[in-house]
C-alpha cells in the first residue's frame, strides 16, 4: 500500500460512507476479527457499515464483540446482495480471490463500489482498486492494526477493536507460536493488551469452551491417524459417519490437523474431513520448515493458500483422495526429507 493509497483512502473516509466488509467462506478467528475490528473502527468514524460472511462460523468464534452484527449471506441473501450493491467502498478480509468467499462471488464481482483488500494470502488477484497484502504478515488482524497505523489513528483503538484484533493475531498464529510471529507482532499485542483486550479472557472463550462432542471427535481422528516415516509425513481422516456419531458441529475439527504436525520429525501433515453434502473431501495442509504446502494444494487439490498453511478439497471419495494423497508424495521425495 502506498503513501498515495493512503492519502485516497484517508480522503474516501472523510464523509461518511456505505461500506461492506466481506470475508471468506468458512471464517476463522483472523477472518472473522479482522472484520469486526475494521467494523467497530469504521463506525467509530460515523460510516454506515455492515459485515457480511459469506456463511456461518464456530460457536468458539460468537462472542466476539459486535459479532452479533454480522450478517450471513447463505441465509440473508437478498439483505446482503442489496447491501453490496448500495455500497460506496468494499472492504474483502484475509483472502486473495473472491471465489474464496463462494456464492458472494457474482454479487462481488459486478459492484460497483471501491473494493479495498486487505490480506495475506499468497499471490492475490487482481480486482481491488486497493492492495493491501503482504503475506510475511501472521495474520490480516495484524494488517487492520497497521492499516489504522498508517491512517496515523492508533489512538482510535478502543478495547472492542483491541480485542477483535488480538482473537485473529492468536488464532492465526496457533497462539503466538507460529514462525509468522514476529518481535512487530508481540510489539502489536502487548499495547492491544495497554488498549484493553483481555489476553487471558480471550484465550480462555476461544480454547476452553469444548463440548464434550468435540474431544471426541478428536479422540476419534488421533486413533486414525497414521504416520508414513519415508516421508516425513503423517495424515488424519475423518469420514462422515465418524462425524455424524459425535453429532459435529462446525469448527469441531479446527486445529485437530495440529497434532499430527507436532510428530517428532514430521514435516508435512494433512487432515481429510468427508463432507457428504457437497460430496467433497476437505483437504487441510500444514508443513513446518521448506515445504511448500501452497503450491502443493493448488497444484493437486483445488486450493491454495501459505507455504505452511493451506487448504483444499477432492471430489473423489475418501479412500481415492488419500491413495491419490499417498501416490504423490514420492514426486516431493527431496523436499519431504530432513
Ligand atoms: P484451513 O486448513 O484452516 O481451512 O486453511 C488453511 C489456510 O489455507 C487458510 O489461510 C485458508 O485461508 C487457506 N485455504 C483453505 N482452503 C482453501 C482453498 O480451498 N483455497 C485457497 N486458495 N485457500 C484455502
Ligand atoms: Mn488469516
Redesign the pocket.
Same mark, same amino acid.
Given at each position: 500500500m502506498t503513501k498515495n493509497d493512503i492519502s485516497d483512502i484517508n480522503a474516501l473516509l472523510t464523509k461518511p460512507k456505505q461500506i461492506v466488509i466481506v470475508p @471468506?467462506k $468458512?471464517p476463522?478467528g483472523d477472518a472473522i476479527g479482522s472484520s469486526l475490528a475494521l467494523y467497530h473502527y469504521l463506525k467509530q468514524k460515523e460510516h454506515h457499515v455492515n459485515v457480511i460472511a459469506p456463511n456461518d462460523y464456530p460457536g468458539f468464534l460468537k462472542w466476539i464483540p459486535g459479532e452479533e452484527v454480522i450478517i450471513k449471506h447463505e441465509t440473508e441473501t437478498e439483505k446482503s446482495d442489496d447491501l453490496i450493491n448500495k455500497a460506496d467502498i468494499i472492504f474483502t478480509l484475509d483472502?486473495n /480471490?473472491l471465489h !474464496?468467499t463462494g456464492k458472494m462471488e457474482a454479487v462481488l464481482t459486478r459492484a460497483s463500489a471501491i473494493k479495498i483488500m486487505i490480506d495475506h @494470502?499468497q499471490q492475490p488477484d487482481d480486482y481491488a482498486q486497493y492492495v493491501y497484502s503482504d503475506v510475511a504478515m501472521c495474520s490480516t488482524c495484524e494488517m487492520i492494526y497497521h492499516f489504522i497505523e498508517m491512517l496515523e489513528d492508533v489512538p482510535s483503538i478502543n478495547a472492542d477493536i483491541a480485542t477483535c484484533i488480538y482473537t485473529g493475531i492468536m488464532t492465526d498464529t496457533g497462539s503466538f507460536r507460529f514462525r509468522s510471529t514476529t518481535s512487530t507482532t508481540h510489539r502489536v499485542i502487548a499495547d492491544l493488551i495497554d488498549k484493553g483486550a483481555n489476553n487471558a479472557e480471550i484465550h480462555n472463550n476461544v480454547y476452553d469452551t469444548n463440548s464434550f462432542n468435540r474431544i471426541q471427535i478428536l479422540g476419534c481422528a488421533l486413533s486414525n491417524l497414521k504416520s508414513i516415516k519415508a516421508y516425513n509425513t503423517a495424515y488424519i481422516t475423518l469420514s462422515q459417519d465418524e462425524l455424524n456419531s459425535f453429532n459435529f458441529k462446525k469448527g469441531d475439527t479446527e486445529g485437530v490437523v495440529n497434532y499430527a504436525l507436532s510428530l517428532q520429525d514430521v514435516v508435512f501433515a494433512v487432515i481429510f474431513i468427508e463432507h457428504k453434502k457437497e460430496n467433497i473431501i476437505k483437504i %487441510?495442509l500444514r508443513s513446518k520448515g521448506t515445504f511448500d504446502v501452497n503450491k502443493f /494444494?493448488r497444484l493437486h487439490f $483445488?486450493? #491454495?493458500? @501459505?507455504k505452511n /498453511? %493451506? #487448504?483444499? !478439497?477432492s471430489e473423489l471419495d475418501l479412500k481415492n483422495t488419500v491413495d491419490k494423497f499417498i501416490s504423490i508424495l514420492p514426486t516431493y521425495n527431496k523436499d519431504l526429507s530432513i
Amino acid at each position: 500500500m502506498t503513501k498515495n493509497d493512503i492519502s485516497d483512502i484517508n480522503a474516501l473516509l472523510t464523509k461518511p460512507k456505505q461500506i461492506v466488509i466481506v470475508p @471468506h467462506k $468458512n471464517p476463522d478467528g483472523d477472518a472473522i476479527g479482522s472484520s469486526l475490528a475494521l467494523y467497530h473502527y469504521l463506525k467509530q468514524k460515523e460510516h454506515h457499515v455492515n459485515v457480511i460472511a459469506p456463511n456461518d462460523y464456530p460457536g468458539f468464534l460468537k462472542w466476539i464483540p459486535g459479532e452479533e452484527v454480522i450478517i450471513k449471506h447463505e441465509t440473508e441473501t437478498e439483505k446482503s446482495d442489496d447491501l453490496i450493491n448500495k455500497a460506496d467502498i468494499i472492504f474483502t478480509l484475509d483472502f486473495n /480471490a473472491l471465489h !474464496r468467499t463462494g456464492k458472494m462471488e457474482a454479487v462481488l464481482t459486478r459492484a460497483s463500489a471501491i473494493k479495498i483488500m486487505i490480506d495475506h @494470502h499468497q499471490q492475490p488477484d487482481d480486482y481491488a482498486q486497493y492492495v493491501y497484502s503482504d503475506v510475511a504478515m501472521c495474520s490480516t488482524c495484524e494488517m487492520i492494526y497497521h492499516f489504522i497505523e498508517m491512517l496515523e489513528d492508533v489512538p482510535s483503538i478502543n478495547a472492542d477493536i483491541a480485542t477483535c484484533i488480538y482473537t485473529g493475531i492468536m488464532t492465526d498464529t496457533g497462539s503466538f507460536r507460529f514462525r509468522s510471529t514476529t518481535s512487530t507482532t508481540h510489539r502489536v499485542i502487548a499495547d492491544l493488551i495497554d488498549k484493553g483486550a483481555n489476553n487471558a479472557e480471550i484465550h480462555n472463550n476461544v480454547y476452553d469452551t469444548n463440548s464434550f462432542n468435540r474431544i471426541q471427535i478428536l479422540g476419534c481422528a488421533l486413533s486414525n491417524l497414521k504416520s508414513i516415516k519415508a516421508y516425513n509425513t503423517a495424515y488424519i481422516t475423518l469420514s462422515q459417519d465418524e462425524l455424524n456419531s459425535f453429532n459435529f458441529k462446525k469448527g469441531d475439527t479446527e486445529g485437530v490437523v495440529n497434532y499430527a504436525l507436532s510428530l517428532q520429525d514430521v514435516v508435512f501433515a494433512v487432515i481429510f474431513i468427508e463432507h457428504k453434502k457437497e460430496n467433497i473431501i476437505k483437504i %487441510s495442509l500444514r508443513s513446518k520448515g521448506t515445504f511448500d504446502v501452497n503450491k502443493f /494444494a493448488r497444484l493437486h487439490f $483445488n486450493g #491454495g493458500g @501459505h507455504k505452511n /498453511a %493451506s #487448504g483444499g !478439497r477432492s471430489e473423489l471419495d475418501l479412500k481415492n483422495t488419500v491413495d491419490k494423497f499417498i501416490s504423490i508424495l514420492p514426486t516431493y521425495n527431496k523436499d519431504l526429507s530432513i
